[in-house]
């Protein structure tokens, strides 16, 4: 089951697919350009992982690392479905990074691997952008390239975990203005979702509603002002977003 | 001279303002009926890395050195999480892997409206007030990589007991705040030290992120941070804004 929030005529709804239409929570039908999408997810908690693709870390010439190098996200940076993120006008690198993200459904500590997935209410798409020229290497990535307001996409979709048979295998797309500029697999994670909420659940308290950002493979390239980005998972859907 | 401040006790679920004074030199309030205390805070929880003077003179040529390169230019940021939110006098855990932990004892700036690209002028219109932080760390000499791991344990950021209105507090650049581990003096951090003083600190952090109304930005931990073990006390005391005082022991396996 596929559910969003979207905001309609003055009110914020719970929205599933029918056809290639919107069944609003209060019965109405509309259109996917009637709505205005809102992140399917309202996190306390958001980690993000850095560097947990192989591919990814060469192309920034990082070693892997070996444990997960983990950073966490204030509310301010998500944003919905269709919606426009900035390029500040001194920025020269900005680029996507498409992302599965895994949501928490029950509150858990010290979970093993094997029991981990009983603790996923279920995944969707988000586009963790970065913003370079701001990197400084103090808590590397800090929050000035990683927790700028409305710069992580997310949705448009919240889609259960049991739709999902095998979150360690599925392809992630990202098109610019149409074009397709990177690939990857979940599969080619360095440290997989089980080990992640073992890693994450080993020292602090997960909840339910929590976010963990997987990670992007290779292919981040430059974005500018105007370009439409597209990321896109297997199973989860297509979430666009702008640059303005 | 009394004040009122906004709290959160008894396991009640919403805030009520009580009266404080100042006694011994210290904001206080009559506690008789007070069983429990609860963060008055309800938004995300910001802290700020080397915004003390001290800290970074501290540091010293490691600045200039790998894995750092350079000073940092603009403010470096961390969250607390909300598993990490406690009250006054709850007990924070020493996990099994360490001896010690690091108080990094700071003021909170408890934010009144929203706030996104604002001047340095305004800035104090933002403010709701103040409250104490107790920004409580495993150990790390290093701050190369987020300490996530060793800042992010439940329960590591007691807060409160209580916020004072920006009303009260006159001059928020001249406050000074002292650390006792069981009654002896341990450090003291002045916000005259400050990197960044609050209207600018507010002013470089909004540039880039929104904060929201009662979002937490932590002004800073001073510098030379006192270590505590199991069955330590900890306070944290300001005359301005009240004493944060806390336990530590022993998580149990």
């Known amino acids: 089951m596929k559910s969003a929030r979207v905001a309609y005529e003055g009110d914020i709804f719970h929205a599933a697919l029918m056809e290639d239409r919107l069944k609003l929570s209060n019965g109405k039908t509309v259109t996917e350009e009637e709505v205005v999408w809102l992140p399917p997810i309202q996190t306390k908690t958001c980690f993000a992982l850095g560097l947990n693709y192989m591919d990814h870390a060469s192309e920034l010439e990082f070693q892997a690392p070996e444990e997960p190098l983990v950073f966490l996200k204030g509310p301010n940076t998500f944003i919905g479905h269709r919606g426009r993120t900035k390029r500040p006008q001194d920025v020269t690198h900005m680029h996507y990074e498409c992302e599965l993200a895994v949501v928490i459904g029950k509150q858990t500590k010290n979970v093993r691997q094997s029991e981990a997935y009983d603790y996923v209410a279920g995944y969707t798409i988000a586009n963790d952008y970065a913003f370079r020229d701001y990197l400084e290497n103090y808590y590397r990535p800090n929050l000035r390239v990683k927790n700028r307001d409305h710069s992580t996409p997310l949705g448009p979709w919240f889609v259960d975990a049991s739709d999902i048979t095998d979150p360690m295998n599925l392809k992630l797309r990202t098109f610019v203005n149409g074009e397709k500029v990177q690939e990857g697999s979940t599969k080619d994670m360095i440290f997989g979702i089980p080990h992640l909420i073992e890693y994450l659940s080993g020292f602090m308290t997960l909840n339910p509603g929590d976010l963990i950002l997987t990670g992007t493979p290779k292919g981040t390239v430059d974005t500018k002002v105007g370009d439409e980005v597209i990321t896109e998972i297997e199973g989860l859907g297509q979430l666009k977003n702008t640059i303005e | ?253």
């Open chain 2, 1 to 253: 001279m009394s004040i009122n401040v906004r709290a959160r006790m008894n396991s009640r679920h919403y805030d009520e303002l009580l009266q404080a004074s100042s006694m011994n030199g210290v904001l206080q309030v009559d506690d008789a009926s007070i069983k429990s205390w609860a963060p008055p805070v309800n938004g995300t929880v910001y802290g700020t890395l080397l915004n003390d003077r001290k800290a970074v003179e501290a540091m010293g040529q490691q600045l200039n050195a790998a894995p750092y390169k350079q000073p940092p230019k603009a403010p470096v940021l961390y969250i607390k999480p909300i598993n990490t939110l406690a009250g006054h006098q709850s007990d924070v855990e020493l996990p099994l892997e360490t001896d010690e932990l690091h108080v990094g004892a700071s003021i909170g700036i408890v934010i009144g409206k929203q706030a996104s690209k604002i001047s340095e002028k305004e800035a104090y219109d933002f403010i709701e007030g103040y409250t104490l932080v107790n920004d409580i760390s495993i150990p790390h000499d290093n701050v190369f990589r987020p300490a996530i791991k060793e800042k992010a344990r439940d329960g590591f950021c007691p807060i409160g007991p209580w916020v004072v209105s920006y009303a009260d507090v006159t001059q928020p650049e001249d406050l000074e705040i002292n650390v006792y581990v069981n009654g002896d003096h341990k450090q003291q951090f002045l916000t005259e030290d400050l990197v960044r003083p609050i209207p600018k600190l507010l002013q470089d952090v909004t540039e880039f992120m929104t904060l929201f109304k009662g979002d937490v930005l932590m002004i800073g931990c001073g510098h030379d941070l006192p270590k505590v073990t199991a069955g330590d006390t900890v306070r944290i005391e300001s005359a301005e804004l009240g004493v944060l005082e806390n336990k530590v022991r022993r998580v149990q396996s």
